[in-house]
């Protein structure tokens, strides 16, 4: 079946740097994105999202970035903490048949150095 | 808002018993609940979607009669693992959506049968 997937399963950084974490989707059909961030023994907690008819979408210190021609999807955490140190997912809803379904990518494990 | 509880937080069992887990949105009343199972550094996987009021649907290769889910409120969803077995631990997470797009998690469950 469609998946969505990753680029990148590990990413270790610098405090104070910039971080970017890739995602590549398979299924053309989907229509809304999510990044989520997971610490160790928790539930995935909300960071920002982007619906397809946007290539852009800022937050507090994080952007998502989405190409659709190359089914792309990217997190980019500014000014990384330690604190941003987790696993992050991507996660796609299809809509159709699949409406409200969240596929989710195999993660990256983000690491910040003080 | 949009808070999900979930619980108990982490459970032990012996084999071949049962062990329910509950899921509850506190401050809305969700539509729609999904349940997913996370294996240790690997991405969370869909089991089964379930409304209030009807019967659950199940992903392709999850055994519907081994995992019994029960969405008898707007607001509270139950998963029993029955007759668990050491191959069923593994970290349960439930999610909540009031509508279109907007997912609430919970802070997971993690099940260790012995």
Redesign the interface.
């Known amino acids: 079946g469609e998946s969505v997937g990753l680029h990148l399963p590990t990413l270790s950084v610098q405090e104070g740097d910039n971080s970017i974490i890739n995602c590549a989707y398979s299924n053309s059909a989907s229509d ?1 994105f ?1 990044w ?1 961030k997971q610490e160790s ?6 960071i920002i ?1 982007i619906r397809s008819n946007m290539d852009k979408r800022q937050g507090k210190r994080v952007t998502v970035l989405l190409n659709k021609t190359v089914k792309h999807l990217s997190l980019q955490i500014a000014a990384t903490q330690p604190g941003d140190s987790a696993v992050y ?1 991507c996660a796609e ?1 299809a809509g159709g048949t699949s ?9 990256t494990i983000l690491t910040v150095h003080p | 808002g949009a808070v999900v509880s979930q619980h108990p937080s982490w459970v032990i069992c012996k084999s071949g018993t049962s062990v329910k887990i509950e899921c509850r949105s506190l401050d809305f009343q969700a539509t729609t609940m999904f349940w997913y199972r996370q294996f240790p550094k690997q991405s969370l996987m869909l089991m089964a979607t379930s409304n209030e009021g009807s019967k659950a649907t199940y992903e392709q290769g999850v055994e519907k009669d081994k995992f019994l889910i029960n969405h008898a409120s707007l607001t509270l969803s139950t998963l029993t693992v029955t007759s668990a077995h050491p191959e069923d631990s593994s970290f349960y997470i439930c999610s909540a959506t009031r509508g279109p797009n907007g997912y609430t998690f919970g802070s997971g469950t993690r099940l260790t049968v012995v």
Do not use: A, V
Not at chain 1, 99 to 106: D, I, N, W
């Open positions: 809304y999510i989520y023994g928790k539930g995935p907690q909300f999202d997912f809803n409406y409200g379904k969240l596929t989710f990518g195999q993660g």
